[in-house]
């Protein structure tokens, strides 16, 4: 067989509209930040590839959009994801009071095998802001972390730069426990005598 | 679907350095392509596309999962977009998909055949039941790794397409011999039988010389196309003897029958189709018997002569005599075969080829429509002149030169099907032997 190729894996970002799922992804693969707010409509896509403990992955980054939830994708959308993201707003309540339904519905439409071992990754964005406007502190995310199975945590600046790299990197890093290896054996041989006469009315 | 970010792509896998492997797809030499081909898991993991690097493009295979995905929400099956001169053609085989996006003027019907040609392609790699039982084990499985080295066969496949008839026909051709020389190289072939041999072909790569088998089972076309394609796919078969796994999914999609695979000849294949994977021995023991039943008869010089002569179309359109016909197509219906003579002007080039293919299929296509398919077309185009003729016995295609009357296409073409059938036991096999016959 021939040499294996880099690895593919699935990463979902989700979160409330707003937060800034898109520009964490623009951040990281383009290197770009925007102070204008666009809504994704729908999802959209970015590839890269990255060095994780010295193997080369690709990374298939699904970029979602906040507002209308997991109706308008349909459920096979979320099917065969490796990791997924959430993300929240450390200056707004809501949406990390929203994190919990988010990961539910996740696993409910993804159907993992194994959802309490899931790779989930949360990420705290906007922390470049000014401190009298934070609602959440890094205490309270990592205590509600720890609850759900010890999610790794990271509070990033899409704007600023800030920690998007190192959150990325232990997404990939997460994701690619999940490419195990499948058992892969032999069907059993045809036996020839017990099959039923097939005639495709072909003449040869 | 921005951006890509990447300084090490290497497309140099297996060996195989895949032809347009490297194409960026940001360019227009990647757009312009009259033909993409997409397979992706249902997850929405690239598994093979026809141009450039299939993870690169990554995020195509994303949208394409999430169309597919918001359709199955309603219980809707997304099969076809028509947008301007694209069409977009979806084959879902969970857990696979498989989409064309084409602009070559190809029915939908047939694009979808051609999906379907390319998703037999890969459980001949794998079988159905192995392919199904890995993806419900882990539906993100990146099935790449499993196929990887057979995407030769993919681009192959997909080029086959462009030239060869019989995909579009769902018949396969013959190489044109006197049959009394088949018959007795049949002969030697059923006189060779050993107990796990289940098919014994010669080929010369892409038309059958003759096709011995079990008097219960017959080979289905389709099948015979993925043998076709995966010995014209590749040099590798030219040089030894092989064993190779192979499912073929119209005889069994569950299972892996092993085929015995030598040239014995310039251009003369024998393949030997075995169910016992430890009969490599024992078969290349019946290749040695034939051989020696060929040479003794002086078959194998002559087989040769034909299989040469084959490869270049086996006869000619003025073998014929009729002034005025250009190229045909000819199937039986009852032997799903057909023949054709050689492509010599206009339709030496590849280009024009691949027009007349299309002129073809436009006549195949329109003849055989759900809603008033035809039993007569002419058709009066730029460059030739068509007809189209379908009877429950045969299907018939013909090319004249472009100012010819109805009346004259009419003549012509019965005296076409009256020389077709004074030869037809040397274009076509009307007698497949069984291996019961030489008991």
Known sequence: ??????????????????????????????????????????????????????RLVTM??????????????GVAF?????????????????????????????????????????????????????????????????????????????????????????????IAKNALQQEVEVEIDFPDPIKIDSDTSKDFGCAC | MKSYDSDDISNNHGGYQKHYGDEDHTTSAWT????HFFILS????????????????????????????????????????????????????????????????????????????????????LTQSQMTKIFEQRNNFDLRGLIGGTEIFLDSLGKLMNTYPGFMLGAIQCLTMPRELRDKVGAVLGRAKCKPLLYALLVTPTQLITLLRPRTHSMHPADLHLIFNLLSGSTTFESSESWTPICLPKFNNKSFLHAYICYIAKKVCMLLISPDKDSFFEMSNVKQKVVEGLEAGGMLASL????????????????TGIPGLRHFLYKSRVNVQFTMPELTEPYATTSARKRLLRQYQNMNERMHRKTRPLKLLFHVGEQETMLGWVTSGFELYAAFGPLVSKSAVVLMSNKLLKWIRKQEDSLLILNSPSFEKFK
């Open chain 1, 1 to 54: 067989m021939a040499s294996r190729k880099k690895v593919l894996l699935k990463v979902i970002i989700l979160g409330e509209s707003g937060v800034g799922k898109t520009s964490l992804m623009n951040q990281y693969v383009n290197k770009k930040f925007s102070n204008q707010y666009k809504a994704t409509i729908g999802a959209d896509f970015l590839t890269k590839e990255v060095l994780v403990d010295d």
């Open chain 1, 60 to 73: 298939q980054i699904w970029d979602t959009a906040g507002q209308e939830r997991f109706q308008s994708l």
């Open chain 1, 78 to 170: 979320y099917r065969g994801a490796d990791c997924c993201v959430l993300v929240y707003d450390v200056n707004n309540a809501k949406s990390f009071e929203t994190l919990e339904s988010w990961r539910d519905e996740f696993l409910i439409q993804a159907s993992p095998r194994g959802p309490e071992n899931f790779p989930f990754v949360v990420i705290g964005n906007k922390i470049d802001m000014e401190e009298s406007k934070r609602m959440i502190s890094q205490k309270r995310a990592m205590a509600w972390c720890q609850s759900k199975g010890n999610i790794p945590y990271f509070e990033t600046s899409a704007k600023e730069a800030i920690n998007v790299e190192q959150a990325f990197q232990t």
């Open chain 2, 32 to 35: 312009e392509h009259r033909k």
């Open chain 2, 42 to 125: 249902s997850a929405g993991k690239p598994i093979y596309a026809r141009y450039g690097d299939e993870s690169r493009i990554s995020s195509y295979m994303g949208v394409i999962q999430a169309l597919i995905s918001f359709f199955a929400d309603n219980d809707d099956t997304l099969r076809c977009i028509n947008a301007g001169e694209h069409r977009f053609v979806f084959l879902l085989k969970a857990p696979l998909y498989l989409v064309c996006v084409s602009r070559s003027g190809e029915s939908e019907s047939q694009l979808r055949d051609q999906l379907g040609y390319l998703y037999a392609q890969i459980i001949s790699v």
């Open chain 2, 304 to 319: 040769e002569n034909y299989a040469a002569a084959g490869t270049r179309g086996g006869f000619s359109v003025g073998d």
